[in-house]
């Protein structure tokens, strides 16, 4: 079993920047494609970024891409998303996920932005922005 814990969220001014880590863990030599996802108050979770395994492709959503930026460390099993210029539209829970893949998927490039694609999620850590 996968456990993704995330943190580094957080109240910050409009215009401010966040950092989240989240760090996989209980899979021994394990690859991973990677994404952070965010919920809203009464809206549905949408997809905000991924990275694949090799970190050389990464996939944004288009409210967040120039702003937001993801990357990983593979020797912590961790993914990082930076979260520059924040707006109050940015405020939600955002939650980690994981997929396992394959050392073939992990060389081409494997990521997803579908969160029925991942199967791996962690507990979430909020952000709040203020105006």
């Known amino acids: 079993q996968v456990q993704l814990v995330e943190s580094g969220g957080g109240l910050v001014q409009a215009g401010g920047s966040l950092r989240l880590s989240c760090a996989a863990s209980?899979?021994?030599?394990?690859?991973?494609?990677m994404g952070w996802f965010r919920q809203a108050p009464g809206k549905e979770r949408e997809f905000v970024a991924t990275i694949s395994w090799t970190g050389a492709s990464t996939y944004y959503a288009d409210s967040v891409k120039g702003r937001f930026t993801i990357s990983n460390d593979n020797a912590k099993s961790t993914v990082y998303l930076q979260m520059n210029s924040l707006k109050p539209e940015d405020t939600a829970v955002y939650y980690c996920?994981?997929?396992?893949?394959?050392?073939?998927?992990?060389?081409?490039?494997?990521?997803?932005?579908?969160?029925?694609?991942?199967?791996?999620w962690g507990q979430g850590t909020q952000v709040t922005v203020s105006s």
């Open positions: 996920a994981a997929n396992i893949i394959t050392p073939a998927q992990a060389m081409d490039g494997f990521y997803f932005d579908s969160d029925y694609e991942y199967d791996y």
């Open positions: 209980g899979r021994t030599h394990a690859m991973y494609a």
